[in-house]
């Protein structure tokens, strides 16, 4: 099966200098895996909000992303297709290996919405497998899901570093980052954990930051860890 996996780019050009793709229209027009398109279908969204159209495209073209939206804009879906996306193109994971992407949010509720729309959106996947790692929970289970292999790790900090420093899981193969609600993540003390995973992923990855709020502390952030990114912003955002 022919998968167009990457919007039309000019491949002399390296990705991050690459002028910012335009926003989509319609979910049929970033060339999307058949079976994601089907599952948005059965998922019941029919058009991109406003924060999807302009970072769909962004974060399918390669580059880092630094999103600025108010809740409840559709922010996990507009990180959630094209970190699948992103997955498929990548070789398969085997038992034992680290996984693609990495999700870290602020709380064990909040991560658990973003597993739900992972999943989701990579229902009609085969073997497409995404583990959720939150404090609180059983820390053997976790341990075995990712020893066995899995595309995508959702996580809460501070548990992400617990199976890191145990060695149940690796950063080794990340090329696929999001922070999301960036801003809470540091309000909630997780600095220390986000620069751990940041400053330890392999040199090629993909960054995309999302926050409610652009506060210095998140503009310092981006500056370190982001690489031009491209800066999406949508309803009123104080800093
Ligand atoms: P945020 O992370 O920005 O707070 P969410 O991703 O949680 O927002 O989305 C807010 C709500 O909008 C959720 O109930 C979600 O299912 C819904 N939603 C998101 N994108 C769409 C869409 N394209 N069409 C319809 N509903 C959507
Ligand atoms: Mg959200």
Redesign the pocket.
Known sequence: EEVCLRLNVDATVPPDSHPAPAPIES?TDMNLHASIMKDIAF???????S??AQSMPVALSGRDLLGC??????????FTIPMIQHCLAQPPIRRGDGPLALVLAPTRELAQ?IEK?VKAFSRSLDSFRTAIVVGGTNISEQRSELRAGVNIVVATPGRFIDHLQQGNTSLSRISFVVL??ADRMLDMGFEPQIREVMQNLPKKHQTLL?SATMPVEIEELAQEYLTNPVRVKVGKVSS
């Open positions: 979910f998922h019941g969204y029919t058009t991109p909000t924060i999807q939206a108010e809740t409840g804009s559709g922010k996990t879906a507009a919405q729309e999301d609600e999302f």
